[in-house]
């Protein structure tokens, strides 16, 4: 991101976590599942694309296990852009 002019503010979260309450904040009125890493062990071993989690375990999961999370996540302003979604990143620079 920062190679393409955005400038970051980075927040490790194996080191700093995101809180439930965070999370949940931060999902908002958005589906949580667009949240989930699909590539993420977890993921993958309980089957959650067929079964997902319900929301309130969902932000337990994911606070327990960071990279649970789809990446990168970018909060810009009002914009929340969650993984490489290369329209939206195009956006922010504009």
Do not use: H, W
């Not at 309130?56 to 999370?69: C, F, R, T």
């Amino acid at each position: 991101m920062q190679r393409r002019g955005i400038e970051l503010e980075l927040r490790d979260l194996s080191k700093e976590r995101l809180t439930e309450k965070e999370l949940d904040e931060l999902i908002g009125e958005r589906d949580y599942r667009e949240f989930l890493n699909p590539r993420n062990e977890l993921y993958r071993a309980r089957n959650m694309k067929v079964r997902p989690p319900s929301r309130a375990e969902a932000l337990k999961l994911i606070a327990a296990e960071p990279n649970l999370i789809r990446r990168p996540l970018i909060i810009a302003g009002g914009t929340l852009i969650l993984g490489c979604d290369e329209p939206a990143l195009k956006k922010l620079r504009s």
